[in-house]
């Protein structure tokens, strides 16, 4: 009779290997026997034992120390792992065993776990030519390069895994998303949808459909694709705060709150969902409403960073020079490292007058471009010229950019007159900063025109010179 399809018994096999250690405590084919029986019972501890005991009494079995490195691994003993690993690769240099390739892409993977990118790679690439095509090795080597950022190559390694095997779902899925990463929408849709086609939808795959037609702009097939991921998991915080995004930029703003709201009530320590609503709302300039919900946003995350920077932004947008600055003193006492932070409350600072407060903020970025540049401004309104139009020269000269990003500042905050008494040898940077004047008075007459031209305007102007000359 036939025992090909006969199960293994592996209790069998454990009990047999056993007395055959009872009876020599030296049989070294025991102990690798009774490792990988109890590996397969996912009995670890009891692996690991017995086969270091088979690698102690076999020193040179290739098999052995391959599955003590898995073992090791199991346990997180990540280096001793790779020390089994390389003992294969020392033991068959012309790989016999034909276990190389995998040998090397386990110390690749672990090399990536420790962060050793470049080690990684260099294991990984080895593994390629032994094992070529293999989609371990292909996702493998796509995780380290999506770790170091670097996403077109991982998108390759992924492409190349799905388009080898087209039926596998989670090889679509893996480019479905890493498309989304590198902007390609397009691939990121069609992939989606292969997974679906392939009898594998899911939350995670609807929800990847949705950012990708969201960040196409066809608002209504993101909505579509978003719902479908909330009915999969109604408390998932990402599915809701993504589906209120694309009722927003819809223009369903109360669609998006209440999406918002009920994710609020799910996650009752969330901040973001409050945060969210109130951008929806200072977008339209409701600033009242806005700071209602980044109140309980804070209530929730006190030092939720986000609100503090929007609510710096949103101020000084409306011009409300002194509630900006409170919001941006905020932020930088949680991050008192984040230039952009820092810059601004400078600017704010700047624009109140409060110029040595300004001076007060830039520590030892002197020479970050744009804390440099409303530091020399801040000097021009206290009267160092001298210095002031030198540090201006100096930074205008090198970050050509960096006035037109501080045109606001320039115009609502610098005494016209002193730049107009600039030193000759300053020309070239005091007509640099009079064009921001003169960009501005353009702005402003265009503005009028166009707001004469409004249809509800017509007439009025000629209504009030009539007026005026009665």
């Not at 021009?380 to 210095?387: E, H, I």
């Amino acid at each position: 009779m036939s025992t090909e399809n006969k199960p293994v018994d592996i209790d069998k096999i454990i009990e047999l290997c056993r007395k055959a250690i009872a009876e020599n405590p030296e049989n070294a084919t025991a102990h690798h026997d009774l490792g990988v029986a109890l590996f397969q019972k996912q009995d670890v501890d009891g692996a690991l034992e017995h086969l270091t005991k088979a690698a102690e009494l076999a020193p040179k079995s290739v098999l052995t120390h391959y599955l003590l490195g898995i073992a090791r691994a199991e346990k997180v003993q990540l280096d001793e792992a790779i020390r089994s690993w390389k003992r294969v690769l020392e033991l068959d240099k012309l790989n016999k065993h034909k276990l190389n390739g995998m040998a090397h892409y386990f110390i690749g993977k672990v090399y990536g776990l420790k962060g050793m990118w470049d080690a990684a790679h260099m294991e990984l690439r080895r593994a390629k030519k032994l094992l070529p095509g293999n989609p371990l090795v292909l996702n493998a080597s796509a995780e380290i390069h999506l770790a170091k950022g670097e996403l077109e190559e991982a998108k390759a390694e992924w492409l190349a895994v799905a388009t080898a095997n087209p039926e596998d779902p989670r090889a679509a899925f893996n480019v479905c998303a890493i498309a989304i990463d590198t902007g390609d929408y397009p691939m990121a849709i069609d992939y989606g949808k292969r997974v679906i086609n392939m009898g594998q939808d899911s939350g995670d795959v609807r929800f990847n459909l949705g950012i990708a037609h969201l960040r196409q702009g066809d608002y209504d097939a993101a909505i579509e694709q978003l719902r479908k991921a909330v009915e999969f998991d109604p408390e998932d915080l990402n599915n809701r705060l993504t589906l209120g995004e694309a009722y927003v930029e819809k223009g369903l703003i109360e669609a998006g709150v209440k999406e918002w709201e009920e994710a609020a009530r799910i996650h009752p320590k969330a901040a973001q969902p409050y945060y969210n609503i109130g951008l929806a709302y200072a977008r339209d300039g409701l600033l009242d409403q806005a700071n209602e919900y980044w109140e309980k946003a804070l209530e929730r995350e006190p030092n939720y960073l986000p609100i503090f920077i929007a609510q710096g932004t949103t101020y000084a947008q409306a011009e409300r020079w002194a509630e900006s600055l409170a919001a941006w003193r905020k932020a930088l006492a949680i991050e008192p490292k984040a230039e952009l932070v820092r810059i601004n409350a400078m600017a704010m600072h700047f624009l109140l007058g409060q110029y040595n407060e300004a001076l007060e903020l830039v520590a030892d970025l002197g020479e970050q471009p744009d804390i440099k540049l409303i530091a020399a401004l801040s000097h021009l309104q206290l009267g160092a010229t001298d210095r002031a139009w030198a540090s201006l020269a100096e930074v205008v000269e090198a970050h050509p950019d960096v006035l037109r990003r501080h045109a606001r500042i320039v115009q609502e905050g610098v005494d016209r007159s002193l730049v107009e008494a600039a030193p000759p040898t300053y020309g070239k940077v005091a007509q640099a900063l009079l064009a921001l004047y003169q960009q501005e008075a353009a702005m402003e007459a265009d503005a009028t025109k166009r707001q004469l031209e409004r249809p509800e305007n017509k007439g009025w102007w000629n209504a009030l010179l009539k007026a005026l000359r009665k």
